[in-house]
């Protein structure tokens, strides 16, 4: 094919510029390869993890409650090779509750304290807090507990923190600041439901 001189001087710049550019640039188109297949690595491999997860998780739930050595085993698992799903921290949860039934409260806080480290969904961060906040005020761990409910979390279970705040405060006889808690949660709890009935009992036994 002929070129005319114009085109011939455009094809003898871009064959200088390429000659000082054109591993540079193939070394970032190569990367931009790399880096694609990386990522779609990484989300293969995220879908396997999360499908194997799943899978125990429901082994798990299926499991008779009577056979709570396989239940730990399960969870146990799930939180050592599944972190990164969200499974992990439902089963922590799960296994939490089985150990506090069993009176084996030091390992229910520590699974509660990791789910509520490692979930990766904002509602079970949220009832781990809950359930180990419910837990050290039960201890009597009244700092412990206020401490746990100071913990960001999901503002759908803000009722919920001031209500117990509420019960940790008046069992510190720190009436005013446990009527505060109390109207705080009322503001936030569903007024058609059994738990504001509940909250506004108590507020109403302090004085209000």
């Given at each position: 094919m002929a070129y005319d001189l114009e085109e011939q001087d455009q094809l003898d710049a871009f064959k200088s510029?390429?000659?000082?550019?054109?591993?540079f640039v193939m070394g970032i188109a190569a990367l931009a390869i790399v880096?694609?297949?990386?990522?779609?690595g990484w989300k293969y491999y995220q879908y396997q993890q999360s499908a194997a997860a799943s899978a125990q998780y429901q082994a798990m739930a299926n499991t008779d409650i009577k056979d709570a050595a396989k239940i730990r085993t399960l969870s146990a698992e799930l939180m050592?090779?599944?972190?990164?799903?969200?499974?992990?921290?439902?089963?922590?949860i799960a296994a939490a509750k089985l150990n506090y039934q069993e009176q084996d409260i030091e390992s229910a806080k520590a699974q509660l304290g990791w789910a509520s480290k490692n979930?990766?969904?904002?509602?079970?961060r949220a009832i781990?807090?809950?359930?180990?906040?419910s837990v050290q005020y039960e201890e009597k761990a009244y700092d412990d507990a206020l401490k746990t409910l100071a913990e960001k979390h999901d503002e759908g279970y803000?009722?919920?923190?001031?209500?117990l705040k509420g019960d940790i405060l008046a069992a510190q006889g720190k009436t005013a600041d446990a009527k505060a808690a109390y109207k705080e949660a009322l503001v936030k709890l569903d007024m058609q439901g059994d738990?504001?009935?509940?909250?506004?009992?108590?507020?109403?036994?302090?004085?209000s």
């Open positions: 510029w390429w000659k000082h550019n054109g591993n880096g694609f297949g990386g990522y779609e050592d090779k599944y972190s990164s799903t969200p499974y992990a921290a439902r089963a922590a979930a990766k969904e904002d509602a079970i781990a807090l809950l359930q180990l906040a803000a009722g919920l923190f001031a209500d738990y504001y009935k509940y909250t506004e009992h108590k507020l109403d036994a302090l004085g």
